[in-house]
């Protein structure tokens, strides 16, 4: 009972901090809070296998698909609380709020009821008990869940396993292709030039200089440049030729 | 020790859950809402279970679990090609079909 | 009588598959596809002739067929027989007989149209639905010509597709005609929740023992339907604008058959009312308004069809009314149905022959001293003219007469009302006779009137005619002795004032109108403006009424006005409610499916807010 | 604590006879992955449609013999019996359930196996992993590549259609639930052209499923939490011994209803079917509004006669509100549409309508009787007529064609009549047989639902039935008036040639909307014979 006090609120605030973080991922690591919680409270309540299942099958499973899937879809992306919807939010949180009430009043007359425990079903230790009704009542709907695992896999291999129509170039190909886009096109066939020319840290984000001063465009991943995390070379040009003036003035200062 | 408690937190939770589904706009978070939404049915399903002493309560639980594995991969495979299209995850840009 | 019992599926077998060569045939029988849809009624024209002598001869016990059983469910069977009483075996005949004439009539009016083959085809479709309405014992059975002739009809209206208005006017039609439908389900319904049954045997027999209240609601969900069909106020608007179709269509449609309908259900279901007063009653108001109504707008039209079509609600009207009267009128309204049968199709068959002469123009004001260029249709117009005012010996005579004397027995306000509707019948006839035949020319230029080819004129003198001699059915009381097993005996009324003298006013209300109009028109100072321009149209008018202050003061006046407010209700009015209910049918509907966002969340919600009501909604049922 | 040892296992009898048609669709679609796993690329598309069909039609016969051999329950009142130790029923509205969805599961995957339609390829996307408008994809069409998986898909949401409504326990209810639910999802977003769309139906059908089955589970956990048991039979013995029903028991059973009431497309749970019905390919639309529909009401009507019959006074007024909700809706909204899959979508809630009207009518006419006919026996067969037409209509949409694909803006079917006389001509009779003209299925469909919710007393509710439907008539009219009375619009649709298949279907739905119209006696004498549920 103690660890569901001390569980019950921490589920709560977690489960509230999942809908209102504006991380993905920490919403992710919320629940994964919560789904560890409740498998405490599994073990509190005589259902120890359940116990076990919730922890491999929930926290090691179907939320590693989730961040795995938050990865994909770019891990530190936030996302704008701002409703966009007219009236959508207020409206949510008011019928939220009358379903929550409504629950509640349905299940709050449970306490009338005895509560038999489970000390007799458990008689032979829970898995046993478990399989035993498992393999017996629900046996068919067992066998079905088969179905349900086998379209699950069919089901993303289809939607996101892309087949090789044509064979993978080899390194030849390749070879051969940049010769002729060269030769064609005149695109450069070596390697693109390194980024760093002004690093003071490892950086790739620092276009590298052309013999002439001038960035080059080619030495920076596209996507930086799309994120628009490139560092201004011009501007840390004007800040260097800055500093060196100010140094170039204290030391004309000493000097004189 | 009553059920009580447990069942109010398992509305809660439940309910927090059709919160989320209905306010948050990032389609993975509207799907671990729903999966809050389950994990909250099996709550009750244990809880249930003790009250009346069988054991039906937990296998439900267990096939809870078994459906929610294979929902997941769908609905996630299904997010992850909306997601390659659009580049988007957000459950409003898709909205073509209207009135 | 075995041999002729197991023919009367040929009769709608016939139509319905020619219909369905004619139609799924496709082009290859577009050479020869008028003569088979031509010769389809013909025969099932003879079969009914046969059945009829059959019946005749068979002490009147009436010729049954069971074809199949249609729905069998425990006890409650739906079997699709197939009835040849009295009063079908005449709703046959006229069906059979009219429609064959107004099929030849068809071939020449249709000549020149590429698509005539298929006009043809929906012409059979209409003639197997309307004679499957008449034929069935079943109010189910019932139901499917019902509907089979609604869509039959509203394929015909919209025949000529290219036109908008025709499209509209077809639309309209279907709308009107479903508020009606509702009204004929839901009497089906309600009989089969209290009876069991559909029959017309098993609902007599329930209506037997059933509630008054039970009798009331039937009734009045009965003439619902009743009046969606026949054009009765307050669903009547559908019918002016029906005229669009082609002119067949008109003669046959919405003159001699599908829009009398109605009157044939009141008359076979008068086991129904003979239960409730409250419902007769309101057939009969149901009728004397529709009456009134449409003489009136009958004297403001110049289209001349439709200034046929508002003479055509009238006359239903009166048919109504005289079966809203009980078994005393039953077989008067079926009696003027018949005479009314031959020589409205008569006088729209005229229209057509007349705007097929005139470039296919309507307006009566473009028309003038037509006696001479079209003699023969001139001379079978004059007699449905004749017949339809009530000219004594012709048949329309014969039929007026008996209901209005029958609704002075009833009540003399009913009375009064359906002789002022005579007056304003002849009123309006003649001055649509004026118009088109007699006065001076007001043709437009190209137009250079013939007569009509003989394939034409020939159905129009058989229809005249029938127009002329169509009384004879009364001869020894004939129509109402035949129809005596159906529809029950006459209880044998008080009559307030004698028949002569009812007769006598009839005839002198009938030459107050000819010689109102007369008087009005005799100048032939018709203006030929077009229609569109209302105004100038007014003012003519005006004029022409100043030169007679006396005519102005007395009735002229106040009767133009009542015309043309009646005419503003009309279009407005009702016409309005039905369009308003249309918009506001569609109005609700593009404003709910704003609802449909678009956005998931949108969904989710209306789906949460769904289940917090659904709940609670079961909570409050179990509280309560 | 006895050992293990001495309390022995026995292990569960299954009966495989009676099982046989569900073993043989659930064997078909392993197959079928094997045959994905295993055989050939060019083979694939051959083997895994003669598979289906094949296997439809055993599973087909197998229903027939289970059928005819079923044992008489109750002395002889209904038939059939419990299998896998009391999860299944197999009794005669099952065995209905499952022979109509064997067959317009044949019919569907004629639609889904037509190939003339886009150069010799199916309508599923042919590298739904390739980017829409991307080499890949342009790659994958040339060389002929496409999604043969649809086929093994398909079958496991058959199979999970047939598990729905014979589900004897709330548990395996709603693992059917799941089973039927997550094929069609994957289904709906593997059309070949507007694939944007096609993926936006996917995922809103997803989340939105998704939300309605938590929903459903939390239902179940509460009825759980009342009776202690998920047998149908036990709950509703649980509501027998406690008149006084708990909130807790109607709260469960007001979220199990909204989860089965979200499959049928009720209002106010119906907003994800339209745009579903828009986005996915046309031949898996007509799967879902034939076949899903079927086995939702069929789940429906089980455990709301079954398991909550005893409780029936408490929901029936709210289900009158939501059918005529849900008929208005239908109705009404379909009025100002403008594309023919949203409007059949829309029209097929309004049937959903109609159907719960039928579902409504009986059971307050608590004794049924053997004088009139029963709402489930009525509603079984409003299902057979709907399907039938539903299926061809919608087979039709795939013919309509412009340079894009399938042309479902309504303007574009302007003038149909003149283009393809015998095309709008079935298409029209399918709409007249939505519209309930007489002779056709429509018309004996909504008749016998009708006539069963007067009979039960629910004459209100057929009141605005018989007023929507007036509604109804009207835009299936407007779709008729537009096919044959209005000028094509520029060029015009071109009506494309199908195969053999999609023909068989076509004549099919339109065959059997006519004969359900004409002779419904043998349909009905079937679903009659269907008798009633076991429990």
């Known amino acids: 009972m103690i660890a569901f006090w001390i569980l019950a609120p921490l589920m709560v605030v977690c489960a509230l901090g999942m809908v209102v973080s504006r991380k993905a991922v920490h919403s992710a690591l919320m629940l994964a809070v919560v789904m560890v919680s409740l498998a405490i409270l599994y073990a509190a309540q005589d259902a120890p296998f359940l116990f ?69 079903a458990n008689i032979d230790g829970n898995v046993p008990g478990v399989a035993r009704l498992l393999f017996s009542n629900y046996v068919f709907a067992f066998e079905v869940t088969s179905a349900l695992l086998i379209t699950a896999a069919v089901g993303a291999m289809v939607l996101a396993h892309r087949e090789r129509l044509s064979a993978k170039p080899t390194q030849r190909d390749m070879a051969l292709q940049r010769m002729r886009d060269y030769a064609d096109r005149g695109v450069h066939p070596g390697p693109l030039p390194g980024p760093g020319t002004f690093a003071r840290h490892n950086s790739v984000d620092t276009p590298a200089l052309l013999p002439d001063g001038t960035p080059s465009e080619l030495s920076i991943s596209r996507v930086m440049r799309a994120r628009g995390t490139v560092r201004d070379v011009e501007a840390d040009r004007a800040a260097i030729a800055r500093v060196d003036d100010e140094t170039n003035v204290l030391r004309g200062g000493g000097d004189r | 020790m009553s059920p009580t408690p447990f069942l109010v937190l398992s509305a809660l939770l439940f309910s927090i859950g059709t919160l989320g589904v209905l306010v948050r706009r990032n389609a993975i978070v509207v799907f671990m809402c729903v999966e809050l939404m389950l994990n909250a049915s099996n709550l009750a399903f244990v809880t249930f279970a003790r009250q009346h002493g069988n054991l039906d309560g937990q296998i439900a639980a267990f096939f809870v679990m078994v459906v929610a594995a294979a929902e997941v991969v769908v609905g996630l495979a299904i997010i992850m090609t909306i997601f390659r299209t659009r580049r988007s995850a957000s459950v409003d840009d898709a909205s073509l079909l209207k009135y | 009588m075995d041999s002729i019992s197991s023919l009367l599926a040929l009769i709608i077998a016939i139509p319905a598959a020619s219909a369905a060569v004619l139609l799924v045939g496709g082009r290859w029988t577009d050479r020869w596809g008028h003569v088979l849809g031509t010769l389809a009624p013909i025969a099932s024209f003879v079969i009914a002739v046969l059945a009829f002598l059959d019946l005749q001869a068979g002490g009147g016990e009436p010729l049954q067929q069971h074809l199949f059983t249609w729905i069998d469910v425990n006890s409650f069977q739906v079997d699709f027989d197939l009835l040849f009483d009295q009063l079908s075996a005449l709703f046959v005949l006229l069906i059979t007989g009219v429609g064959s004439l107004i099929h030849v009539y068809s071939i020449g009016y249709m000549a020149a149209d590429p698509r005539r083959r298929r006009f043809f085809g929906y012409l059979n479709l209409f003639v197997a639905a309307m004679l499957t309405l008449v034929l069935a014992d079943d109010y189910l059975a019932v139901f499917l010509g019902w509907e089979g002739v609604g869509l039959a009809s509203y394929l015909l209206i919209g025949f000529w597709q290219y036109k908008d208005s025709a499209a509209v006017a077809a639309k309209k039609a279907f709308v009107v005609n479903r508020v009606g439908d509702v009204g004929m389900a839901l009497a089906i319904m309600l009989m089969f929740a209290s009876f069991g049954s559909t029959s017309f045997a098993g609902v007599a027999e329930g209506m037997e023992s059933a509630s008054a209240a039970l009798a009331t609601a ?244 058989v229809l005249a005619a029938g127009s002329v001699v169509g009384g004879a059915l009364l001869l020894n009381n004939w129509i109402v002795e035949w129809l005596e097993p159906v529809v029950g005996v006459e209880e044998h009324h008080e009559a307030l004032l004698s028949p002569l003298l009812i007769t006598l006013l009839v005839l002198a209300m009938v030459a107050a109108g000819i010689v109102v109009a007369f008087l009005i028109y005799r100048r032939d100072k018709i203006s030929p403006e077009a229609p569109t321009r209302v105004s100038l149209l007014t003012r003519a008018a005006r004029a022409d009424l100043y030169g007679d202050a006396v005519n102005e003061a007395a009735f002229m006046r106040p009767g133009q006005q009542l015309t043309r407010s009646l005419v503003q209700v009309d279009n407005r009015g009702v016409d309005g409610a039905v369009n308003g209910l249309a918009a506001l049918v569609g109005g609700t509907s593009g404003r709910v499916r704003r609802w449909q966002t678009g956005f998931v969340r949108t969904y989710a919600l209306s789906m949460l807010a769904g289940s917090a009501l659904l709940v609670l909604g079961l909570l409050a049922v179990r509280l309560a | 604590m006895i050992p293990l040892a001495d309390r022995a296992f026995d292990a569960p009898h299954l009966n495989y006879g009676r099982l046989s048609p569900l073993l043989i669709v659930f064997g078909v679609a392993l197959a079928g992955v094997l045959v994905e796993a295993f055989a050939p690329r060019r083979l694939r598309y051959a083997i895994n449609t003669v598979l289906s069909l094949v296997g439809l039609l055993a599973a087909l016969i197998a229903v027939v013999l289970v059928a005819g051999d079923a044992p008489s329950h109750h002395g002889g009142v209904s038939l059939g019996s419990l299998e896998a130790v009391g999860a299944i029923a197999v009794d005669g509205p099952a ?188 031949a898996v639309t007509a799967f879902m509004a034939a076949c899903t529909k079927i086995a939702a009401f069929g789940a429906l009507l089980r455990v709301f006669y079954v398991a909550f019959g005893a409780a029936n006074w408490e929901w029936l007024p709210v289900m009158w509100v939501i059918a005529a909700l849900t008929m208005a809706v239908g109705s009404v909204i379909a009025i100002t549409q403008t594309d023919v899959k949203r409007m059949l979508a829309y029209s097929s809630i309004a049937h959903a309508g109609f159907v719960i009207t039928g579902f409504v009518g009986v059971q307050s006419a608590a004794e049924v009787g053997d004088t009139q006919v029963t709402s489930l026996q009525a509603v079984l067969f409003y299902l057979v007529t709907y399907g039938f037409a539903t299926i061809g209509a919608f087979a039709v949409v795939t013919l309509v064609r412009d340079a894009g694909g399938e042309t479902t803006h309504l303007s574009r079917w302007a003038g149909l009549g003149k283009e393809a006389p015998v095309l709008a001509g079935v298409f029209a009779f399918f709409l007249l047989a939505f519209a309930g003209i007489p002779l056709t299925s429509g018309f004996t469909g909504k008749w016998m639902v009708f006539a069963a919710a007067w009979a039960g007393g629910a004459w209100p509710l057929v009141v605005v039935a018989v007023l929507m439907s007036a509604v109804a008539a009207f835009f299936y009219v407007r779709v008729i008036v537009l096919m044959f009375f209005s000028d094509p619009v520029g060029d015009g649709p071109t009506v494309a040639v199908p195969s053999i298949l999609t023909t068989a279907a076509i004549t099919v739905g339109a065959t059997m909307t006519l004969v359900l119209g004409v002779v419904p006696q043998p349909v009905l004498d079937l679903a009659r014979q269907a008798g009633q549920f076991i429990r």
């Open chain 4, 95 to 282: 065995l209905f359930l499952w022979g109509i969805l064997l067959v317009f599961g044949l019919l569907s995957v004629l639609l889904f196996a037509e190939r003339h339609l886009e150069g010799g390829l199916t309508a599923f996307a042919g590298q739904a992993a390739a980017l829409p408008g991307t080499d890949a994809e342009r790659e994958a069409a040339s060389r002929g590549v496409e999604h043969t998986e649809v086929f093994p898909l398909m079958m496991f949401a058959l199979g999970g259609m047939m598990l729905f409504p014979a589900a004897n326990d709330l548990l395996t209810m709603f693992v059917a639930l799941e089973v039927l639910s997550l094929p069609l999802y994957l289904l709906c977003g593997l059309a070949r052209r507007r694939r944007l769309i096609s993926q936006e139906a996917a995922m809103k059908y997803f989340l939105l499923g998704a939300f309605s089955s938590a929903l459903f589970l939390y239902g179940i956990a509460l009825v759980y939490g009342f009776a202690g048991s998920f047998q149908l039979a036990a709950i509703d013995t649980a509501i027998s011994a406690r008149a006084g029903a708990t909130s807790m028991l109607l709260v469960g059973m007001g979220l199990m209803a909204v989860g089965l009431l979200f499959k049928v497309g009720a209002a106010p749970f119906h907003a994800w079917t339209p745009d579903v019905y828009q986005g996915a390919p046309t």
């Open chain 1, 52 to 120: 076990a299942v919730q922890i491999i099958v929930y926290t090691g499973a179907v939320l590693m698909l989730f961040l795995f899937v938050l990865m994909l879809v770019g891990v530190d992306a936030s996302d704008s609380l701002v409703e966009t919807l007219r009236g959508q939010r207020l409206l949510a949180i008011a019928v939220g709020l009358l379903f929550a009430i409504v629950l509640v009043a349905g299940l709050a007359q449970v306490t009338v009821g005895a509560v038999v425990g489970l000390d007799e």
């Open chain 3, 218 to 461: 039937l009734g009045l969900l009965l003439l619902l339907g009743a009046a969606g069909k026949s054009a009765q106020v307050p669903l009547q608007s559908w019918l002016l604008d029906a005229m669009e179709g082609p002119t067949p269509v008109s003669a046959l449609i919405h003159a001699a058959t599908m829009v009398t309908a109605g009157v044939y259900l009141v008359t076979r279901s008068h086991f129904v009312y003979a239960e409730t007063e409250v419902a007769q009653t309101a057939v009969v108001i149901v009728g004397l308004v529709t009456l009134l109504w449409g003489a009136v707008i009958g004297c403001a039209k110049d289209d001349i069809k439709k200034a046929l079509a508002g003479s055509t609600m009238s006359q239903i009207g009166y048919m109504m009314l005289a079966a809203g009267i009980g078994p005393a009128g039953y077989a008067f309204a079926i009696f003027h149905l018949l005479t009314h049968g031959f020589f409205k199709a008569n006088l729209f068959l005229g229209a057509g022959s007349v705007m097929h002469a005139m470039n296919d123009d309507v307006n009566m004001r473009r028309y003038g001293a037509l006696r001479a260029a079209l003699p023969i249709t001139f001379i079978t117009f004059a007699c449905g003219y004749l017949a339809i005012i009530g000219f004594p010996g012709l048949a329309g005579f014969w039929s007026k007469d008996r209901i209005i004397e029958a609704a002075f027995n009833e009540n003399v306000y009913i009375g009064v009302g359906a002789l002022i509707g005579a007056g304003i019948t002849a009123f309006y006839m003649t001055r649509l006779m004026i118009m088109t035949f007699l006065s001076e020319k007001r043709w437009q230029r190209d137009v250079h009137p013939h007569e009509s080819p003989l394939v034409m004129t020939a159905p129009l003198v």
